[in-house]
């Protein structure tokens, strides 16, 4: 990865942690950052403030793993966002990731045993690699959509607005969650270009996705409010919910309803 992807990150991370939470009062002079200084980080780091700086104007060697984890706990990063930053420093086990990733066996057990549950599995670019029947029958028959297509990510640019949009008051939440999902894949697959060109499109249409991308949002968004617009149940409000097997890199998708619905009536009707 990029030196300056390493040095955004650490940098807005900085920027993001207010004083009163890293445990520093507000000194007599007004502060002009808006989150803590360089020195204040470089010192809860215990690394050279010249090495912080160096760091966050991309000029400085990539950290080791002891300075990584001191970085992280400086800046309170999640489990998230330490994988995130120590992906960004080139700290990921060589052929830890393959380019086509095998879908572990109870992912495809827990989607069969489904039933009327709308269900898909993606991988870490978000291609959607098995579906449910129940799945086609409310989104689309993925077997007609090319594989180059069929990824969720894109899909939803797609068919937004006419068969599935976000709920009222939800209208960021997926596409932060697919930033924070992309985040992830790119650090996994850097020389990916058909990733890099879907990251381009979906940014140039959806600001929520491009300010989740800008933002270095890593933080998992696991539930999202849906609206369909099916074409034979008409209008469904469902919950899109993500269940992540780990160590796998594939994430299981379902569309539920609120029991007793006409949604959830709707669903046992697919």
């Given at each position: 990865m990029s030196g300056l992807e390493l040095a955004d990150f650490l940098r807005?991370?900085?920027?993001?942690?207010?004083?009163?939470?890293?445990?520093?009062?507000?000194?007599p002079r007004a502060r002009r950052t808006p989150g803590l200084r360089r020195e204040e980080v470089a010192a809860r780091a215990q690394v050279s403030v010249s090495y912080y700086e160096?760091?966050?104007?991309?000029?400085?060697?990539?950290?080791?793993?002891?300075?990584?984890?001191?970085?992280?706990?400086?800046?309170?990063?999640?489990?998230?966002?330490?994988?995130?930053?120590?992906?960004?420093?080139?700290?990921i086990l060589p052929g830890a990731h393959r380019e086509h990733e095998r879908i572990p066996d109870e992912a495809?057990?827990?989607?069969?045993?489904?039933?009327?549950?709308?269900?898909?599995?993606?991988?870490?670019?978000?291609?959607?690699?098995?579906?449910?029947?129940?799945?086609?029958?409310?989104?689309?028959?993925?077997?007609?959509?090319?594989?180059?297509?069929?990824?969720?990510?894109?899909?939803?640019?797609?068919?937004?607005?006419?068969?599935?949009?976000?709920?009222?008051?939800?209208?960021?939440?997926?596409?932060?969650?697919?930033?924070?999902?992309?985040?992830?894949?790119v650090v996994k697959h850097p020389a990916d270009r058909a990733l890099?060109?879907?990251i381009n499109e979906f940014a140039a249409h959806d600001a929520d996705f491009a300010a989740g991308w800008r933002d270095h949002d890593v933080r998992p968004i696991p539930a999202v409010r849906k609206r369909v617009n099916h074409p034979v149940l008409g209008e469904l409000e469902l919950d899109r919910t993500t269940l992540l097997f780990p160590g796998a890199g594939h994430t299981l998708v379902m569309y539920t309803a609120e029991p007793g619905s006409p949604s959830a009536a709707a669903l046992e009707r697919l």
């Amino acid at each position: 990865m990029s030196g300056l992807e390493l040095a955004d990150f650490l940098r807005r991370r900085r920027e993001n942690l207010r004083p009163e939470a890293a445990g520093r009062a507000h000194g007599p002079r007004a502060r002009r950052t808006p989150g803590l200084r360089r020195e204040e980080v470089a010192a809860r780091a215990q690394v050279s403030v010249s090495y912080y700086e160096r760091l966050e104007q991309a000029r400085a060697s990539r950290p080791s793993p002891q300075v990584l984890d001191a970085l992280a706990k400086a800046l309170q990063l999640t489990g998230a966002e330490r994988e995130h930053l120590a992906g960004l420093a080139g700290q990921i086990l060589p052929g830890a990731h393959r380019e086509h990733e095998r879908i572990p066996d109870e992912a495809r057990a827990l989607l069969d045993r489904l039933g009327t549950i709308p269900a898909y599995i993606v991988d870490s670019r978000q291609d959607i690699v098995a579906w449910n029947r129940a799945a086609a029958a409310l989104i689309t028959d993925f077997d007609l959509v090319a594989p180059a297509e069929r990824n969720a990510v894109r899909l939803a640019l797609r068919l937004a607005g006419t068969l599935c949009d976000a709920a009222p008051a939800t209208e960021a939440t997926f596409a932060r969650q697919s930033a924070s999902q992309l985040r992830t894949a790119v650090v996994k697959h850097p020389a990916d270009r058909a990733l890099a060109e879907l990251i381009n499109e979906f940014a140039a249409h959806d600001a929520d996705f491009a300010a989740g991308w800008r933002d270095h949002d890593v933080r998992p968004i696991p539930a999202v409010r849906k609206r369909v617009n099916h074409p034979v149940l008409g209008e469904l409000e469902l919950d899109r919910t993500t269940l992540l097997f780990p160590g796998a890199g594939h994430t299981l998708v379902m569309y539920t309803a609120e029991p007793g619905s006409p949604s959830a009536a709707a669903l046992e009707r697919l």
